[in-house]
């Protein structure tokens, strides 16, 4: 699909609803968001010209995802005659996760999320099916599956990260958003109100479970309300507003149904805001009051009975403590205790964390995730080692928007760094993108970076929500992965 | 009607552009007071210690063995309350700490400050 064809799809339904803007108007909008410019300025879909280099190495890719297999097709035409290799164990690796959401949602099926790995190696990359299993960064060398030695010049971690249902009481299991093998933490989530739409078929699952409530509200009788409580745990997350997102569709689904008067939605999370940035955090509370929703901050889902359909939190907050003459203050004293709630349905987010394989390597960290210089994506110890996507310790950064401003940095300081100069030349501002879905129909979308402001510079609300970011979601943003991101070239 | 949608958006595209060099975030110049080896010297030395060997007794964790990169995602984090949506802070006593240490005048620059303590605690 050429650029012009996703920008005709997006017009096509403007042309559809004059009433709500025009063609323009539209134009207009496209071109103030950093990310929708790039579709009309032709970035997207494979127009970025390239320059050659001839640098000479053994470069490895731990991880073929999107972030492993973008790098891979970017180095590839890159570099000529490169001497790529992509270790990854999982056939279905590549997936478009941010569809999750909309399949929880019902607005597509999970078929058309899944990509098939071998599909989207590039030509000419060769591809390990195995698991790294040790990493020996000082004698720059990897072990695949417990007996494969292999060595290296350039080693690129790009493994994503696990979701930890498993560090929740009452739940067990380990997972990437694409395994297959997730009969224990199917076992309890996916089934009998419990949901999570962080994997493929737990995101499947939810769609039914948001119709079985549905019908449960519809029979409903009674004073007290249905409880649906949405979670959010207190690790660094991918896609940090789907926990939000849900929620959302969730109420248009019940709203649609002319049900939403007999469920109470809460929203529980760990920390204190709703977003980093003051402009957004006022924004969603501003949706979440209009919507009647309700919400606790400091509570940390750390135990789920599913038989009694309870759910156990730990909440936290902070007192006066003693005179601190080091500070010449009083301190702080962290307070904590359990609060049961009961649920009808539950949406959780699961803590996640590095595969403990490359968190407590020597590549790792003491935080689990892997070390690096946040701008430029090189290890902080190792030279020869770089770090992107959802396992690099870089703030904010766990989503396929980063991952679109990460790889290209990456790769530009890292053939710097084969080519022998001491500056490396890219950085990464820490941009980073979130199309919150707010409703069916509508998005905020919310592009900020490290400096934590809202990056949209132009006289244009960006905390609004607004139907031509819902068509960006819906029609452009998965083209531009699969075809864009995954050739090498957006 | 190709010819005009091009030119529209090359004018919005120009203008953005324009308008971007004027705002730019990261064009904003910060002063301070103090520099960070003078904020290190006279308060973070008191509980994490000269070579940021920490202080049991106080509960100050050892930060002498962090690499410039983690010291800065770690002040990042502290100044900033977390770094990810809704998930908080580790660091919830020393968020309320530097937050005092600020209003105090105790204000320095992540980068900086990272690279100091590092060196401090690598002479």
């Known amino acids: 699909m050429k650029k012009n064809e996703i920008l005709e799809e997006i017009l096509k339904e403007v042309d559809k609803h004059p009433e709500i803007m025009s063609r323009r108007e539209a134009l207009k909008f496209l071109s103030v968001s950093p990310l929708a410019a790039s579709l009309l300025a032709g970035t997207t879909v494979g127009t970025s010209a390239i320059s050659a280099s001839t640098v000479k190495g053994k470069i490895v890719i731990v991880g073929g995802g999107l972030a492993g297999m973008s790098t891979a097709a970017r180095l590839n035409n890159t570099i000529t005659n490169a001497d790529i290799t992509v270790i990854e164990p999982d056939p279905l690796s590549v997936s478009y996760q941010p569809g999750q959401t909309l399949v929880a949602g019902g607005i597509w099926d999970k078929s058309e999320i899944v990509y098939k790995r071998d599909d989207k190696l590039p030509s000419g990359v060769k591809l390990i099916k195995g698991s790294v299993t040790a990493f020996d960064p000082d004698n720059n060398k990897i072990t695949v599956d417990s007996k494969e030695e292999i060595s290296y010049d350039q080693l690129i971690i790009a493994t994503g990260l696990t979701l930890n249902y498993g560090a929740i009481k009452g739940l067990s299991g380990e997972i990437t958003s694409s395994t297959t093998d997730n009969a224990a933490v199917k076992e309890k989530v996916g089934v009998n109100g419990v949901h999570s739409i962080f994997f493929q078929d737990g995101a499947a699952a939810t769609w039914d479970g948001i119709q079985e409530l549905i019908a449960q509200a519809k029979a409903h009788t009674g004073e007290k309300k249905l409880q649906a409580v949405f979670t959010h745990p207190d690790t660094p997350i991918k896609c940090g507003g789907a926990p939000k997102k849900i929620m959302y569709l969730t109420h248009a689904r019940l709203e649609e149904a002319g049900v939403r008067d007999k469920v109470e939605l809460t929203f529980y999370a760990n920390g204190k805001d709703m977003f980093g940035i003051p402009e957004y955090h006022e924004a969603i509370l501003e949706q979440f009051k209009t919507r009647g929703f309700k919400w606790n901050y400091a509570h940390n889902l750390t135990g789920m009975d599913t038989d009694a359909k309870i759910a156990t939190f730990n909440h936290h907050w902070t007192e006066k403590g003693a005179w601190d003459e080091d500070l010449e203050e009083f301190g702080v004293i962290l307070k904590s205790e359990n609060v049961n709630v009961a649920y009808d349905f539950i949406h959780i987010t699961p803590p996640m964390k590095a595969h403990d394989v490359v968190g407590k390597s020597k590549i790792g960290s003491n935080a689990g995730w892997v070390p690096v210089q946040k701008e430029s994506l090189q290890h902080v110890k190792y030279k020869n080692v770089w770090c992107l996507g959802d396992v690099a310790a870089v703030p904010m950064g766990k989503t396929g928007g980063s991952v679109r401003k990460q790889y290209k940095v990456l790769i530009d300081n890292m053939i710097a760094s084969m080519e022998g100069k001491t500056t490396l030349p890219a950085a990464y501002g820490g941009y980073t993108v979130c199309p919150l879905i707010t409703g069916i129909g509508t998005v905020m979308l919310a592009e900020f970076d490290w400096s934590q402001k809202p990056t949209p510079s132009f006289p244009l609300d960006p905390t609004k929500e607004r139907w031509i970011w819902w068509l960006l979601k819906v029609y452009a943003l998965k083209p531009m992965t699969a075809i864009g991101m995954l050739s090498g070239r957006a | ?123």
């Open chain 2, 1 to 123: 009607m190709t010819n005009k949608i091009t030119a529209i958006t090359i004018s919005a595209i120009a203008t953005i552009a324009f308008t971007a060099c004027g705002t730019n975030k990261h064009e904003e110049v910060k002063t301070y007071k103090m520099s960070a080896a003078e904020v290190f010297q006279a308060s973070c030395i008191k509980c994490h210690g000269a070579n940021g060997e920490g202080n049991p007794e106080k509960k100050t964790p050892k930060i002498s063995d962090k690499t410039i990169g983690e010291l800065e995602q770690d002040i990042y984090d502290v100044k900033n309350g977390g770094s990810n949506q809704s998930s908080g802070t580790t660091h919830t006593v020393m968020e309320h700490n530097m937050q005092k240490l600020i209003e105090k005048g105790y204000d320095y620059d992540t980068k900086v400050m990272a690279t100091y303590m590092y060196e401090t605690f690598h002479k």
